[in-house]
T-cell receptor, first 112, second 117 residues
Framework: EDQVTQSPEALRLQEGESSSLNCSYT??????LFWYRQDPGKGPEFLFTLYSAGEEKEKERLKATLTKKESFLHITAPKPEDSATYLCAVQARSSNTGKLIFGQGTTLQVKP | GAVVSQHPSWVICKSGTSVKIECRSLDFQATTMFWYRQFPKQSLMLMAT?????????EQGVEKDKFLINHASLTLSTLTVTSAHPEDSSFYIC?????????????FGQGTRLTVV
């Protein structure tokens, strides 16, 4: 069964304290792994798509990496505005609809 | 990035009435759209896959007759919550995927907060 597990569930950081969020997955053939940011009361905002092990993508203070079993979202020198829930999702190659399977998310709080 | 617009952002309705939520892809054509439901402090739960010109595919446990989905064009899908009850109160979100030669991106609407009183 295709599955996504994110850890930790919640993370509190001081401003400037770098850290990483983990997304472990099992899927019958990975088509893509997606990272989203979700603010309270809003829809998820697309951050990255990763397709193959070894791939990395960066956007401002965020860097996403991918291995055959997990993905990391590295946050460098976070700011309070980075506080949000970060969602990871996978898309199986076997899916002909592009269905995404989501993890439970990591809620990040960055204190000034 | 691409824009997916969802309307309304919030709605309050009386128990027993029906509510329609619209999801539009503004700058790309979406053959497939998805409808999710999200409970407080939980992740997204896929309700159904909406296919342009054909019937929606519902996830197990989702009532087809309660949650009517219509995908009338390549840019519009609608979710109608029929005979709404307080337990249907939730945050509903749609998404649309844009397929490219090298990559696939999935974009979400802003979400609709439904409150049934």
């Amino acid at each position: 069964e295709d599955q996504v597990t994110q850890s930790p569930e919640a993370l509190r950081l001081q401003e400037g304290e770098s850290s990483s969020l983990n997304c472990s997955y099992t899927v019958s053939g990975l088509r893509g792994l997606f990272w989203y940011r979700q603010d309270p009361g809003k829809g998820p905002e697309f951050l990255f798509t990763l397709y193959s092990a070894g791939e990395e993508k960066e956007k401002e203070r965020l860097k996403a990496t991918l291995t055959k079993k997990e993905s990391f979202l590295h946050i460098t020198a976070p700011k309070p505005e980075d506080s949000a829930t970060y969602l990871c999702a996978v898309q199986a190659r076997s899916s002909n609809t592009g269905k995404l399977i989501f993890g439970q998310g990591t809620t990040l709080q960055v204190k000034p | 990035g691409a824009v997916v617009s969802q309307h309304p952002s919030w709605v309050i309705c009386k128990s027993g009435t029906s509510v329609k939520i619209e999801c539009r892809s503004l700058d790309f054509q979406a053959t497939t759209m998805f409808w999710y439901r999200q409970f407080p402090k939980q992740s997204l739960m896929l309700m159904a896959t909406s296919n342009e010109g054909s019937k929606a595919t519902y996830e197990q446990g989702v009532e087809k007759d309660k949650f009517l989905i219509n995908h009338a064009s390549l840019t519009l899908s609608t979710l109608t919550v029929t005979s709404a009850h307080p337990e249907d109160s939730s945050f509903y979100i749609c998404s649309a995927s844009r397929y490219g030669i090298l990559n696939t991106e999935a974009f979400f609407g802003q979400g609709t907060r439904l409150t049934v009183v």
